[in-house]
């Protein structure tokens, strides 16, 4: 039987464990979750090694880490780029005079070393400041400030160290680019590319997107998106693409713009080198054969298809009380056995599953139309018990 192997351990990983196990493949998860365990094998994640003991089949890396330490550099076997590539995501100060190096849309931006720099600097752009760190921060690695004083204080900080744990060294001021966010993800072989259904993600914790940034409580997809957008946004993979082979990169795996539609142009803000998390778990829902069939053509170098989303897919975020900041772990969950669930922050303890992370379970829906799909992912979000478990209402609403 076909093998593959995902690492990380959170409702992204499992999503595609899941889409690839409809599709008849041995799943494996490095390290997984007491939930994972349910859809393949859970095995331990010991680093570089861990991906070089691996000896037959698809290695598919989650999240951003593995990429930037390397895991494509030592397995060929590994759906993603190499670390010097990963450095798209890895380092913000890369990606954006790559842009500017080849002429790709994004905000004005300047390169900071010292803190002694930043008043002159700062002065050349006009209030929101945006700050960005230039490491991978964890989502918290931006900052928008209104007033001068505060942007100086807290880019030093930045600069130093003492704002992040474990963050410091340059730092990018960009422009402050008003519009409308979207997000768009490609399968990459080369030049050869493909786009997945646009999803929607709701980043705030709170109902009307109030409270502080999360790593995401809900999604739903597929949103429509005009085709002129479209246009311009392939444009924007395409020269993305020529770049990289301009600069002698190969490119396979995923890639995820992070976009500003300013009057309908769009900017990049963001490369990621992976798919998005809660985005992932609404795409597989909505074309898991698509989604499998597609990577596998990517990785060998046939030509891809088009994805043919069937209906609408929601993802209700079931976070624990505290998250993001401080979440409430070690509740005991009880659930219905079968359901479209996928897992994020849990385990096992003593036979029960307990929460052990912010982002618990993804509640899923699918159906004909966006409000069936919300109503079922809402009807499972219900059966989830634990303490303290805590979601929007408004999820694709
Ligand atoms: P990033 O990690 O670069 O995608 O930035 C995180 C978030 O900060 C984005 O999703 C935007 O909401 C905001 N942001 C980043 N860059 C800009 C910008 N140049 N102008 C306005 N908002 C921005
Ligand atoms: N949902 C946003 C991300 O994965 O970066």
């Given at each position: 039987m076909r093998k593959?192997?995902?690492?990380?351990?959170?409702?992204?990983?499992?999503?595609?464990?899941?889409?690839?196990?409809?599709?008849?493949?041995?799943?494996?998860?490095?390290?997984g979750n007491a939930g994972t365990a349910k859809d393949g094998v859970n095995h331990s994640y010991d680093g570089l090694e861990t991906v070089k003991?691996?000896?037959?089949?698809?290695?598919?890396?989650?999240?951003?880490?593995?990429?930037?330490?390397?895991v494509a550099n030592v397995s060929e076997m590994v759906f993603g780029p190499k670390a010097e590539v990963a450095r798209l995501e890895g380092s913000k100060v890369f990606a954006k005079e790559?842009?500017?190096r080849h002429g790709?849309?994004?905000?004005?931006?300047?390169?900071?070393?010292?803190?002694?720099?930043?008043?002159?600097?700062?002065?050349?752009?006009?209030?929101?400041?945006?700050?960005?760190?230039?490491?991978?921060?964890?989502?918290?690695?931006?900052?928008?400030?209104?007033?001068?004083?505060?942007?100086i204080e807290k880019g030093s900080k930045l600069i130093s160290g003492e704002l992040l744990k474990g963050v410091k060294g340059p730092l990018v001021i960009d422009e402050f680019l008003k519009g409308e966010e979207l997000s768009a993800m490609a399968l990459i072989n080369g030049s050869d590319f493909v786009l997945l259904p646009f999803v929607r993600d709701y980043k705030k914790l709170r109902d009307g997107d109030g409270g502080p940034n999360t790593g995401g409580m809900g999604s739903w997809g597929p949103v429509e998106v005009p085709a002129k957008t479209v246009e311009a946004i392939e444009?924007?993979?395409?020269?993305?693409?020529?770049?990289?082979?301009?600069?002698?990169?190969?490119?396979?795996?995923?890639?995820?713009?992070?976009?500003?539609?300013?009057?309908?142009?769009?900017?990049?803000?963001?490369?990621?080198v992976r798919l998005g998390d809660p985005e992932t778990e609404v795409v597989v829902l909505l074309d898991p054969e698509g989604f499998v069939d597609n990577i596998l053509k990517a990785f060998e170098?046939?030509?891809?298809?088009?994805?043919?989303?069937?209906?609408?897919?929601?993802d209700v975020v079931l976070a624990s009380e505290g998250y993001p900041d401080s979440p409430r772990k070690g509740q005991e969950i009880t659930m219905p056995e079968e359901g479209l669930y996928f897992f994020a922050g849990v385990s096992q303890v003593n036979g029960k599953l307990v929460v052990s992370g912010g982002r618990v379970i993804h509640s899923m829906g699918a159906g004909k139309t966006k409000d069936e799909a919300r109503k079922n992912a809402y009807?499972?979000?219900?059966?989830?018990?634990?303490?303290?478990?805590?979601?929007?209402?408004?999820?694709?609403?």
């Open positions: 593959v192997h995902i690492l990380g351990s959170g409702g992204r990983e499992h999503a595609i464990g899941w889409a690839f196990r409809r599709c008849g493949f041995e799943v494996h998860y490095y390290p003991r691996i000896e037959e089949g698809l290695v598919i890396p989650g999240s951003e880490r593995y990429l930037v330490d390397g790559f842009m500017k790709i849309r994004t905000a004005r931006f300047e390169v900071v070393h010292s803190p002694e720099e930043l008043p002159d600097k700062l002065r050349s752009f006009s209030p929101p400041y945006v700050l960005k760190a230039d490491g991978l921060a964890g989502g918290k690695g931006v900052l928008i400030l209104k007033d001068v004083n505060e942007a444009e924007l993979v395409h020269r993305t693409l020529w770049a990289l082979d301009r600069e002698g990169y190969t490119y396979r795996g995923f890639l995820y713009l992070g976009l500003m539609l300013v009057d309908g142009e769009p900017f990049i803000l963001e490369y990621n170098g046939s030509k891809m298809g088009e994805f043919n989303p069937r209906g609408y897919a929601v009807l499972n979000a219900e059966k989830v018990e634990f303490p303290g478990k805590y979601y929007r209402r408004d999820i694709a609403l």
